[in-house]
């Protein structure tokens, strides 16, 4: 018997909110004992996919979402509670959507690859035009998502977990909401040459590296490592040597920590960077830090920033990293200044430009709020929290009369986007760009003007 769907009200809600009921409370209990032992067995029809990836439907009043569901869909699920949220395991796709795609034994990261490439787009379209309305309370265009020009292989750069006992260490991804590992041989998603190194590597000769993250490069075909772990630095000789010995071009070591490479990163063999092509320029890229993980996306995604931003005095690039973007401005801007507060980024940075010729780029450590208000275009690829109040008071009081946002994460952004736009700011295109396909994942490139 499906307890959610018989003709009544159920007198719980996970979301916190009661309802009235004729049935008692002991029957609820025992119906949401089920939900929280993920023993209660529902037959759902999905409305939409929202951000997650998940298949939203409603059951009894009581949102439900179910991983692997696509709109349209009818499916048996199993329910659990996760986080004050009613979640679902799928069970069985009882009427398929047309947009549908059989997949198997595929990383728990591609929570979308089960739906068609041009699903997926309109999918992620959808995230960003809920975003824009739902937060950001504005109504505006958001055009057609733009595809990666790869849909398989177009990661430059991937990390493992090194798991199990020294003498069956394997590489593994975390399983999707838990901690537990999931062994990895063949990367789908990973360019060719990270998994060629994956053919060939022996975990069990990475020692006590926790964490392994290679990146390698489409314009080279070189690979560089970065092995993180908290044993002393003498422990990882033999799992750099390793790597070298598989044709790694540079092996550093990185102290774990809650965020990846907050801490200490020191080079064990080998250079600690390579050529990657972005845009129209060939720039440095390292394993330990940020650069876009689809460089062939991101050229096409700054190409466009290019044409948008014009010619102009001094352009901001804000938690511009090593300036990836901010160089692509070097030729069309008198001056180009790039600001954050990575030091490793700065420097790469700083040496790019040098190598480059570009005498008009500067590079200065510090927060947001030491952003110069003497400018006319700022370009925000922020974290994934978005900017703070305080920032978007120094933009407003800057003399910038445009603002050219790329974010990864549409809430923050549609967020962002609703206050400039109460602020005078109006908002003139919105593009998602697909740097991550078969994922619910999606960036999003916006132009505003005051």
């Given at each position: 018997?499906?307890?959610?769907?018989?003709?009544?009200?159920?007198?719980?809600?996970l979301?916190?909110?009661?309802?009235?009921?004729?049935?008692?409370?002991?029957?609820?209990?025992?119906?949401?004992?089920?939900?929280?032992?993920?023993?209660?067995?529902m037959?759902?029809?999905?409305?939409?996919?929202?951000?997650?990836?998940?298949?939203?439907?409603?059951?009894?009043?009581?949102?439900?979402?179910?991983?692997?569901?696509?709109?349209?869909?009818?499916?048996?699920?199993?329910?659990?509670a996760?986080?004050?949220?009613?979640?679902?395991?799928?069970?069985?796709?009882?009427?398929?959507?047309a947009?549908?795609?059989?997949?198997?034994?595929?990383?728990?990261?591609?929570d979308?690859?089960?739906?068609?490439?041009?699903?997926?787009?309109?999918?992620?379209?959808?995230?960003?035009?809920?975003?824009?309305?739902?937060?950001?309370k504005?109504?505006?265009?958001?055009?057609?998502?733009r595809?990666?020009?790869?849909?398989?292989h177009?990661?430059?750069?991937?990390?493992?977990?090194?798991?199990?006992?020294?003498?069956?260490?394997?590489?593994?991804?975390?399983?999707?909401g838990?901690?537990?590992?999931?062994?990895?041989?063949?990367?789908?998603?990973?360019s060719?040459?990270?998994?060629?190194?994956?053919?060939?590597?022996?975990?069990?000769?990475?020692?006590?590296t926790?964490?392994?993250?290679?990146?390698?490069?489409?314009?080279?075909?070189e690979?560089?490592?970065?092995?993180?772990?908290?044993?002393?630095?003498?422990?990882?000789?033999?799992?750099?040597?390793?790597?070298?010995?598989?044709?790694?071009?540079?092996?550093?070591?990185?102290?774990?920590g809650?965020?990846?490479f907050?801490?200490?990163?020191?080079?064990l063999?080998?250079?600690?960077?390579?050529?990657?092509?972005?845009?129209?320029l060939?720039?440095?890229?390292?394993?330990?830090g940020?650069?876009?993980?689809?460089p062939?996306?991101?050229?096409?995604?700054?190409?466009?920033?290019?044409?948008?931003?014009?010619?102009?005095?001094?352009?901001?690039?804000?938690y511009?990293?090593?300036?990836?973007?901010g160089?692509?401005?070097?030729?069309?801007?008198?001056k180009?200044?790039?600001?954050?507060?990575?030091?490793?980024?700065?420097?790469?940075?700083?040496?790019?430009?040098?190598?480059?010729?570009?005498?008009?780029?500067?590079?200065h450590?510090?927060?947001?709020m030491?952003?110069p208000?003497?400018?006319?275009?700022?370009?925000?690829?922020?974290?994934?929290?978005?900017?703070?109040?305080?920032?978007?008071?120094?933009?407003?009081?800057?003399?910038a009369?445009?603002?050219i946002?790329?974010?990864?994460?549409?809430?923050?952004?549609?967020?962002?986007?609703?206050?400039?736009?109460?602020?005078?700011?109006?908002?003139?295109?919105?593009?998602?760009?697909d740097?991550?396909?078969?994922?619910?994942?999606?960036?999003?490139?916006?132009?505003?003007?005051?």
């Amino acid at each position: 018997m499906n307890l959610f769907n018989l003709d009544v009200e159920i007198p719980f809600s996970l979301e916190g909110k009661k309802t009235p009921s004729s049935f008692s409370l002991k029957r609820s209990a025992i119906i949401l004992a089920m939900v929280l032992n993920g023993t209660l067995e529902m037959v759902l029809q999905i409305e939409k996919v929202v951000a997650g990836g998940y298949g939203l439907a409603r059951d009894a009043g009581q949102v439900v979402l179910v991983a692997g569901a696509l709109a349209g869909e009818r499916v048996r699920v199993q329910a659990t509670a996760s986080k004050g949220v009613l979640k679902a395991r799928l069970l069985e796709v009882l009427e398929a959507s047309a947009d549908r795609v059989e997949v198997h034994d595929l990383p728990p990261t591609l929570d979308l690859a089960h739906a068609e490439y041009a699903a997926q787009l309109e999918i992620k379209r959808g995230f960003v035009r809920e975003a824009l309305l739902r937060i950001g309370k504005l109504e505006g265009t958001v055009e057609p998502t733009r595809p990666s020009p790869d849909r398989w292989h177009y990661r430059s750069v991937t990390q493992y977990a090194v798991s199990g006992p020294v003498e069956q260490r394997q590489l593994a991804y975390r399983e999707r909401g838990s901690h537990r590992p999931r062994a990895v041989k063949h990367d789908p998603v990973a360019s060719d040459p990270i998994n060629a190194l994956l053919g060939k590597l022996e975990p069990g000769k990475l020692g006590n590296t926790l964490e392994l993250v290679l990146r390698s490069s489409f314009a080279t075909g070189e690979v560089v490592a970065a092995l993180i772990g908290d044993a002393p630095r003498s422990n990882y000789s033999r799992a750099a040597m390793h790597l070298a010995d598989l044709g790694v071009s540079g092996v550093s070591l990185a102290r774990a920590g809650k965020r990846r490479f907050t801490g200490k990163v020191s080079v064990l063999w080998g250079e600690p960077t390579i050529l990657e092509r972005y845009g129209n320029l060939d720039v440095s890229v390292s394993a330990s830090g940020f650069a876009q993980v689809n460089p062939k996306a991101a050229t096409e995604l700054y190409l466009e920033v290019l044409a948008w931003a014009g010619t102009g005095g001094t352009a901001l690039d804000l938690y511009g990293g090593a300036g990836a973007l901010g160089l692509q401005l070097a030729h069309s801007y008198q001056k180009v200044m790039v600001l954050d507060i990575a030091l490793e980024g700065l420097e790469r940075g700083d040496a790019d430009a040098e190598r480059l010729e570009l005498n008009n780029v500067q590079y200065h450590q510090g927060d947001a709020m030491m952003m110069p208000s003497d400018i006319d275009t700022i370009l925000l690829d922020p974290p994934r929290a978005g900017l703070d109040t305080e920032v978007l008071v120094k933009i407003q009081d800057s003399s910038a009369e445009k603002i050219i946002y790329i974010s990864c994460d549409p809430a923050t952004w549609a967020r962002d986007v609703g206050r400039l736009v109460r602020q005078g700011w109006n908002l003139k295109r919105v593009i998602p760009w697909d740097f991550y396909p078969q994922t619910s994942h999606v960036e999003v490139l916006s132009l505003l003007e005051r």
